[in-house]
């Protein structure tokens, strides 16, 4: 299998980005883009399609390799994706895959963004417990949908309302949540609602572009009605 793999690079956050192309052969069927970049990086003298010598390495994140950790995000071919949940096989046919860094967060290098707003939010929402947290039995199927969340930032990069520092802090966010407002006791619940509410509830425009692209699979849309019903429509105040 053999295509083109272009490259949006930057060499830090303060240097202008430039697009690179490298063509990538392999025999494996199932390489993905993860393996094609480690592959890239181990390739001493590996020249562009301009016969230019590619500087090494191309920077990107990735830990697992195996769709778990969200580290790899980043958008291939215009779509937000886990580089390492990307089958080259995909792309064979149009002979070209694009891969650029999410646009939502400051970009570090290459294809590594800057995902802490991410954890910054989850500190403003509250998402921890503080003593023990039990599971209600009825709200046991949507604990286990949420915590499956990646944090890989997919959903913020197609969302229309969110930006970094802004006041509506997405998918990302409002996901973990959830699975701490269907596991708190209620009487625990008045400080983590209010910010549900503040910061989720107040700014969804429920398009659900976020479900279609998250790499998890995450049930978003049953999050948000549960949720919803659980931190504005059963307590007031
Ligand atoms: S909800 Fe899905 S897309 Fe968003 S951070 Fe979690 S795993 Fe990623
Ligand atoms: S439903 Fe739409 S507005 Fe709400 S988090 Fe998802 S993409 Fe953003
Ligand atoms: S490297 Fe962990 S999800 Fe891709």
Known sequence: MKLEIKICRRKSMFLQEYWQSILFETEEENATVAHALRQINQTKGIVDTDGKEVELPIRFDCSC???????????????????????????????????????????????????????????????????????????????????????????????PNFYAGGSFFGTAAFVPTARLLSSLPVEEQQAIRAQYKAHVYAGCGKSLACRDVCPAGIDVDHLLSSSNGIAVWRHHG
């Open 65 to 159: 390799l195996q769709k778990k950790c969200g580290a790899c995000a980043m958008v291939i071919n215009g779509r937000p994706r886990l580089a390492c949940d990307a089958a080259l096989k995909e792309f064979v046919k149009k002979g070209q895959v694009r891969l650029e860094p999410l646009r939502k967060f400051p970009v570090v290098a290459d294809l590594i963004v800057d995902r802490s707003i991410l954890f910054e939010n989850l500190k403003i929402m509250q998402t921890w417990v503080s003593g023990s947290a039990k599971v209600p039995e009825k709200h046991s199927d949507e604990a286990y949908e949420a915590s499956r969340c990646l944090q890989c930032g997919c959903c913020l990069e197609v969302c």
